[in-house]
């Protein structure tokens, strides 16, 4: 009697219906049965054939890999090394390393991640010897934007398949922070910041710039003749060139150049890295309440349109992509809003009560920017 199938530990089994003879083998999970031939022994060869072309990826089948999260990471790391927040961005993959480990892409699932939301907002901010709060929900939901643009970076480099699990993952609701320094603060906070802090504020307030742009400034994209600043790459990736007005002008005029930067770290070496602690620092001194470097961009958006400049423009030196964006930088004062009420009060021909609110009036605080340099401020 004729064999009908033959098994080859390793590789799979031949089998013959009627006069053919057929191969049978699985892939990574996935069986395989193909007609090979009429003759048993050329079955054999094809079989082999096909296990070794399997092997070598000649089939459009792969072997498969196991990516573990902590290569990745790192992997991931070197492919946004050129990116505006590498720095920022590794110690978000620090915390999210110290979770996930060793687990492979294919076996993290949003259940996880909602676990390590969870996580996090138990966590310490500032160690074990000086922490006194916890984790907040904006900070976590940056560390999740993260992790979503890992995995659609592994996705795009075939190194993960299946759905991102961050997807559909719900980030924490964040408040938008609508907070203007008035003219009087301005001035407080200028007083109480130390050198070079003052005139990094006073670039902010005066360009609506970022701190890394301000910080990392180069002599080479600083044009005091035609009194502009360029920026070839921006957070947007737009190329911007950014006005010096005489407060600006006067500032980089004074500040001696000793290297590539304008403002030099610690020995001449590179730039200043951060100011947060000196920031932080000054506002306290000056008593203000709860103020981020990044509301000064917003003062900035605001006064431009307090002082009438269209909303198109303050985008364009913004460098935003989206107006809805500029929109979200420009807080209407409250003169603005009574203003806008009292034009429709005049509508119904409600006179103004005498001594009410003037809204026409200019106030000035003046601040002094330190070596010379007078900042007179304007809010309408």
Request: charged share 30%; with cysteine.
């Amino acid at each position: 009697m004729t064999q009908k199938y033959v098994r080859i530990p390793g590789q799979g089994r031949i089998y013959r219906r009627s006069a053919v003879w057929y191969v049978d083998y699985w892939v990574d999970g996935q069986r395989k049965q193909e007609r090979a031939s009429r003759d048993k022994e050329e079955a054999f060869r094809i079989l082999a054939a096909k296990r070794t072309d399997v092997e070598r990826g000649n089939l459009g089948f792969e072997k498969k890999q196991v990516i573990h999260f902590s290569d990745f990471a790192e992997e991931y790391k070197k492919i946004k090394a050129g990116s505006r927040s590498v720095r920022t961005m590794r110690i978000h993959l620090e915390h999210l390393k110290a979770f996930f480990g060793e687990l492979p892409l294919s076996k993290i699932t949003p259940e996880l991640v909602e676990e390590y939301k969870q996580k996090r907002l138990k966590d310490k901010v500032g160690g074990k010897k000086k922490a006194t709060r916890t984790v907040k929900g904006p900070s976590i939901n940056r560390e999740l934007s993260d992790l979503k643009c890992l995995f659609n970076t592994a996705r795009k480099m075939r190194r993960f398949r299946g759905e991102n699990p961050v997807e559909n993952i719900s980030f924490y609701p964040e408040q938008a922070r609508d907070y203007v320094l008035s003219m009087e603060e301005v001035g407080r906070l200028l007083e109480a910041a130390g050198e070079p802090l003052r005139k990094i504020i006073l670039i902010a307030l005066n360009t609506g710039l970022r701190k890394g742009e301000i910080l990392g400034l180069r002599w080479s994209q600083v044009n005091l003749d035609e009194k502009v600043l360029t920026f070839a790459r921006t957070k947007s990736a737009k190329f911007l060139r950014v006005p010096a007005n005489p407060i600006v002008d006067g500032i980089l005029a004074g500040i001696e150049r000793k290297g590539d930067y304008v403002f030099l770290g610690r020995w001449g070496r590179g730039h200043v890295v951060d100011c947060k602690k000196d920031f932080e620092a000054a506002r306290k001194k000056a008593g203000l309440p709860e103020l981020h470097f990044h509301d000064l961009r917003h003062c900035a958006g605001t006064y431009m349109d307090a002082a009438g400049v269209s909303i198109r423009t303050i985008q364009q030196i913004l460098g935003h992509q989206n107006i809805r964006t500029t929109e979200r930088y420009v807080n209407p004062r409250d003169e603005r809003h009574r203003e806008a009420v009292n034009a429709l009060a005049a509508l119904f021909g409600e006179p103004q009560k005498p001594g009410g609110p003037e809204t026409s009036g200019t106030n000035v605080g003046q601040a002094q920017s330190g070596e010379g340099v007078t900042v007179e401020l304007s809010r309408n």
